[in-house]
């Protein structure tokens, strides 16, 4: 099982990125996003289900936005009014018979 993760990258507070992940073959009930800060622990981001129910961190809410890419089992994060403190490796995540898999993170830096 493999998540194809892309997008990050350095911007200016206030600005915008989007990440994708693409993980074929794949029948995914949850897909999402999670973060790590320096120094701090894992912080969900958001998730998306099969059918379509979706959940953000409280840091998050009403600046991203998570939705399913055209293709099948692609999630989309849209991340608007960025702050410094979303800098964080971003990783891509599936959840499949109850269990976890992951991408490899890919880094937002966001200046001040």
């Known amino acids: 099982v493999q998540l194809q993760a892309c997008g990050g990258g350095l911007v200016q507070a206030g600005g915008s990125l989007r990440l994708s992940c693409a993980a074929p073959?794949?029948?995914?009930?949850?897909m999402g996003w999670y973060r790590q800060a320096p120094g701090e622990q894992l912080e969900l981001v958001a998730t998306?289900?099969?059918?379509?129910?979706?959940n953000y961190g409280d840091s998050v809410k009403g600046r991203f936005t998570i939705s399913r890419g055209n293709t099948e089992n692609t999630v989309i994060l849209q991340m608007n009014s960025l702050k410094p403190e979303d800098t964080a490796v971003y990783y891509c995540n599936g959840v499949q018979f109850g269990s976890n898999y992951w991408g490899k993170g890919t880094q937002v830096t966001v200046s001040s």
């Open positions: 073959g794949t029948n995914f009930r949850i």
């Open positions: 998306i289900t099969s059918g379509g129910s979706i």
